[in-house]
Every structure is written in C-alpha cells, then in structure tokens.
C-alpha cells in the first residue's frame, strides 16, 4: 500500500516538476525574444540618432508655390547644406517665368532665401504668386498702364516677385520681411500683394 502511495507520488512529482520546467523554459524564451526586439530597438535607435542629427543640422530649404496666373503648383527643395541645386532652381525658373510671353529667366537664389526665411518665421506657408520674372516687353506694357511699375525694373533681372502667403496676412507679410532687413519691400493692401526684391533695403 505505501510503495503505491510512495510510486504514486514520486510520479505525481515528475510531472509537476516536468511541467514547472516547461513552463520556466517558456518564460525564458519570452524573456530572451522580448530582451533581443529591446536590443533590436535600442540599437536601432542609436544608429538613427545620429543620423536625425545629421539631419537637423543640414540647412534644407524648400519652398511651396501657386501661380495665380497659370493655376500651377510647385513644391521645390532647392537648398540643401548650403548648396543650390540647379535641377530645382531650373524648376523654379520655369514656374515663375514671364506667364505673358513664356519667357523664362534665371531666379536670383537669395530671393528665394529671403522667401524661405519669411516662411520659416511664419511657420510655413503657400507663396500666392503675382508676378515673377517680367520681360522688357511686359515690363514696358504694364509700365504704361501704371506709375508704379520701374522702368528698370527688378523683375526683369529675376530679382523681384509679388506675392501673398497662405494663411497671413499681407500686412504681416511686409512686416516679416522689413524686419530681415533684406532688399526692398513694397506694400501694396489694394491690390493684395507685397513685393519683394534683392536689391538694397528700402520700403515703400
């Protein structure tokens, strides 16, 4: 009767002991899985950290504009670490080209440093474009319609552009960009417009 008991028992032990390595095994695996996706992540992490830093540090610079003439769009990154690349500066003077004649000229890049600042300090932002490049022909036409258009004027090298930002205010606008003390600075609240050009610093 006791060696039954006794057998039983010891069998009864078996089991149990056999079940509790089992189910330790399995904690183990879970816990090494679980530790190997944390190294997995932390180690990912700390490859990409750097990377986000790199980045954070390169001086990109892109630029969203809306033809109000032609209805074309142009989202464009034409900076990147302090260089200029000439595919998106090509795209650029494509987009704000003479839209009377088809004319194209090139865009001076520090107007469009000036746009991008003002857009950065406004937090972001569509450029609503009025005028870009003008030809001597169009220049001379709208100069006859109007006194306020240069006979010399900046448009016709590249470096003016009339335009508003989506979401401010074009009062806003022109103070944003009197405040960088870069080039000229027209105000224009009737027509809805601010110029802006790469030529001394002045406002009207």
Known sequence: MYSGLFAESIQDSSLFNTSLLANMQ???????????????????????????????????????FYHTHTGQELDVTYRIGGRYDPIALDKVNHHLQDFRTRETHPIDPNLLDILYKIKKHAGGGVYEVISGYRSPKTNSMLRGKSNGVAKRSLHMDGRAIDVRLSGLRIGDLRDIARSLQKGGVGYYPKSDFVHLDTGRVRFW
Do not use: H, M, Y
């Open 26 to 64: 399995e904690q183990l695996t879970s816990r090494r899985k679980f530790l190997g996706k944390s190294l997995q992540i932390v180690t990912g992490a700390a490859l990409l950290s750097p990377a986000l830093s790199i980045a954070r540090k390169l001086d990109i610079r892109d630029l969203s």
